[in-house]
T-cell receptor, first 118, second 117 residues
Framework: AQKVTQAQTEISVVEKEDVTLDCVYETRDTTYYLFWYKQPPSGELVFLIRRNSFDEQNEISGRYSWNFQKSTSSFNFTITASQVVDSAVYFCALSEANYGGATNKLIFGTGTLLAVQP | DAGVTQSPTHLIKTRGQQVTLRCSPKSGHDTVSWYQQALGQGPQFIFQYYEEEERQRGNFPDRFSGHQFPNYSSELNVNALLLGDSALYLC???????WGTGWTEAFFGQGTRLTVV
């Protein structure tokens, strides 16, 4: 069975601090996708990144970076120099490989509430 | 280009009643997925519609049913509401693919907040 664990329920940092959100996943599939989504108070899930299981290269996008390690089944997300606007709930998600004719379902973790204090 | 739109935004129902939630997908998308997000939890997959048929279903009882129309919009129906059905219901739209063509991104709406009293 597929499972995503986000052990950090809440994190509070002061603006300009770096913060890392942890994500550990379980799957028996050899081909899968991993995601991070941001959920602001408005409720809409905002897509941040997708990685496939064959690409372990770390990725950086502005202040955001992601560390994918298959050996430890982890896909961690780091925000550098955090800002108040980063305050939101962040979800890590997992999906199996493409299912014929339709997009696959996402398995979400329970989320990490990030509060960035000014 | 309008994104995914859901209606209504908020809804209050009484136990035992039935409710219908609606979703219009992003322009050009033909696949609609529904998720239930209880307070403090991650979204849970309910089911997915593609070409007007239910293609995948999560671990939800038959009280949860859906429909997709020829214009790809979709409805989620919940019968015999329970207090535990109170949640944010999210709709995600995407473009269906054929085998081996990889992932297509899902875009989410802002959700319908359902409260059952």
């Amino acid at each position: 069975a597929q499972k995503v664990t986000q052990a950090q329920t809440e994190i509070s940092v002061v603006e300009k601090e770096d913060v890392t959100l942890d994500c550990v996943y379980e799957t028996r599939d050899t081909t899968y996708y991993l995601f991070w989504y941001k959920q602001p108070p408005s409720g809409e899930l905002v897509f941040l990144i997708r990685r496939n299981s064959f690409d372990e290269q770390n990725e950086i996008s502005g202040r955001y970076s992601w560390n994918f390690q298959k050996s430890t089944s982890s896909f961690n997300f780091t925000i550098t120099a955090s800002q108040v606007v980063d305050s939101a709930v962040y979800f890590c998600a997992l999906s199996e490989a493409n299912y014929g004719g339709a997009t696959n379902k996402l398995i979400f973790g329970t989320g990490t509430l990030l509060a960035v204090q000014p | 280009d309008a994104g995914v739109t859901q209606s209504p935004t908020h809804l209050i129902k009484t136990r035992g009643q039935q409710v219908t939630l609606r979703c219009s997908p992003k322009s050009g998308h033909d696949t609609v997925s529904w998720y239930q997000q209880a307070l403090g939890q991650g979204p849970q997959f309910i089911f997915q519609y593609y070409e007007e048929e239910e293609r995948q279903r999560g671990n939800f009882p038959d009280r949860f049913s859906g429909h997709q129309f020829p214009n790809y919009s979709s409805e989620l129906n919940v019968n015999a509401l329970l207090l535990g059905d109170s949640a944010l219901y999210l709709c995600a739209s995407s473009l269906g693919t054929t085998w081996g063509t990889g992932w297509t991104e899902a875009f989410f709406g802002q959700g319908t907040r359902l409260t059952v009293v």
